[in-house]
DNA sequence: CATTAGTTTCAATAATTATTGAAATTTTAG
DNA sequence: CTAAAATTTCAATAATTATTGAAACTAATG
């Protein structure tokens, strides 16, 4: 019923080992390093993107003390990384009857990990810009530059709203829509390109970003 | 004709100083500033935020010295900085007659700087892992506890996959295009959902990615 | 072809970020 | 309420990453 459970050490039984070590297969081990070596480059730090990784990968819910043994971990660390993945949804706490420790699994859904990466990404990587870009605009441009400058600030606010718009209507989609969406791209591409055929406009239209010198 | 030019330092007139310290306005400033702490988030350095921020607003190309002069930073790091810009696509190399200084301009378009970051991003955040997961996809599966492993790793992979491909689609559509498509977002999603009815599937479909316990 | 203005490199150092592990805290069970 | 088990915190330290600036290099000029 409870195969991790490891019981309080009894010395006089040499086969009852303290903790059974969690070792991973190579394969989940190179799944797990590669997660924490990208880590870096996803904005997370190694610790987090290999308990994700571990986790991800198991068929049932791990303990803190699995996780730490597994990665060769220290407690706290471990702690700290359930923590940091916890408040982005990227763990659940699951519980074993008649053991007190906390257990965790990841969300079994894909496209929720998805969801959950881009928003947060969103909230830490576009918002707080396009906040400050709104509040440079409202700033009054003094001399020529600043007004130059103003413009820039503006198209850039622009693209980035029309972008978080539509990442806004996406978001509703449930899976099954998304992907037929994505399934759908080069149909809507297609059909796009139709439409432009039949209001007669050439390859000639460009967009106003275009203004502005050679 | 040629505004920024400063000439070489002739040490008999004193109103000729060395170099003109370039100054950014307060605004600019405000602007450069963020850039600056938002690169970290979005895997940049502050240098490079910062120097990418700066040339972002300015109304003209500027030359290295301007850069490390209005920023306060090295000579050193402003080079190191524009290679990698330039590595990115991110500069472009400009050269005023009668100067044999090398002056830097952003891209005007600001959609050609969103390809620029997504396709540099997918480069380093996602084509390595798809690599990855491929390899270990074709790697045999000895245990249970493996083959469970390879069923989510195939998971994570057709998923991935399927918003590569997409986003390779969409990237073949020119500014114009992908406007519209933004545009047409909430409308895309009702055709969607009237396609839906008309086949008569309802909101109890769910997705294959349901399965497993609850 | 020597001089000079400009650029790049890279080893040293500074700044930042991650990790540990002992101590404090919380939780559960008796 | 107390003891035992588990978890969390956080100051110290390790590891990593960014930045500087002097020296090497490059290219244009007279």
Same mark, same amino acid.
């Given at each position: 019923? $409870?195969?991790?459970? =490891?019981?309080?050490p009894?010395p006089d039984s040499?086969?009852?080992?303290?903790?059974?070590?969690?070792?991973?297969?190579p394969?989940?081990?190179?799944?797990?390093?590669?997660?924490?070596?990208?880590?870096?480059?996803?904005g997370? $730090? #190694?610790?987090?993107?290999?308990?994700?990784?571990?986790?991800?990968?198991?068929?049932?819910p791990?303990?803190?003390?699995?996780?730490?043994?597994?990665?060769t971990?220290s407690?706290?660390?471990?702690?700290? @990384?359930?923590?940091?993945?916890?408040?982005? $949804?990227?763990?659940?706490?699951?519980?074993?009857p008649? =053991? #007190?420790?906390?257990?965790y699994?990841?969300p079994?859904?894909?496209?929720?990990i998805?969801?959950?990466?881009?928003e !947060?990404?969103?909230?830490?990587?576009?918002?707080?810009?396009?906040?400050?870009?709104?509040?440079?605009?409202? !700033?009054?441009?003094?001399d020529?530059?600043?007004?130059?400058?103003?413009?820039?600030?503006?198209?850039m606010? !622009?693209?980035?709203?029309? +972008?978080?718009?539509?990442y806004?209507?996406?978001?509703?989609? =449930?899976?099954? #829509?998304?992907?037929? +969406?994505?399934?759908? @791209?080069e149909r809507?591409?297609?059909?796009?390109?139709?439409?432009?055929r039949?209001? @007669?406009?050439?390859?000639?239209v460009?967009?106003?970003?275009?203004?502005? #010198?050679?």
């Open positions: 019923m $409870n195969p991790g459970m =490891d019981m309080s009894t040499p086969a009852a080992a303290p903790s059974p070590p969690f070792r991973l297969s394969l989940a081990q190179a799944f797990v390093l590669h997660f924490g070596e990208m880590g870096s480059r996803w997370i $730090n #190694r610790t987090v993107g290999q308990i994700y990784a571990m986790l991800f990968l198991a068929d049932a791990r303990h803190a003390e699995d996780i730490a043994d597994a990665l971990l407690r706290g660390s471990v702690s700290m @990384g359930l923590k940091e993945l916890a408040s982005w $949804n990227l763990v659940q706490l699951r519980h074993v008649g =053991d #007190r420790r906390d257990y699994e990841t079994r859904d894909v496209w929720s998805f969801r959950t990466l881009v !947060e990404r969103k909230k830490r990587e576009i918002d707080p810009t396009l906040t400050t870009l709104r509040t440079l605009l409202m !700033e009054p441009a003094t020529a530059s600043d007004r130059f400058a103003q413009e820039r600030i503006a198209a606010h !622009e693209q980035i709203e029309l +972008l978080t718009d539509w806004a209507e996406m978001r509703r989609l =449930d899976s099954e #829509r998304l992907l037929q +969406l994505l399934r759908l @791209g809507v591409v297609k059909a796009l390109e139709f439409k432009d039949m209001l @007669g406009r050439g390859k000639a460009t967009t106003e970003a275009d203004h502005g #010198r050679t």
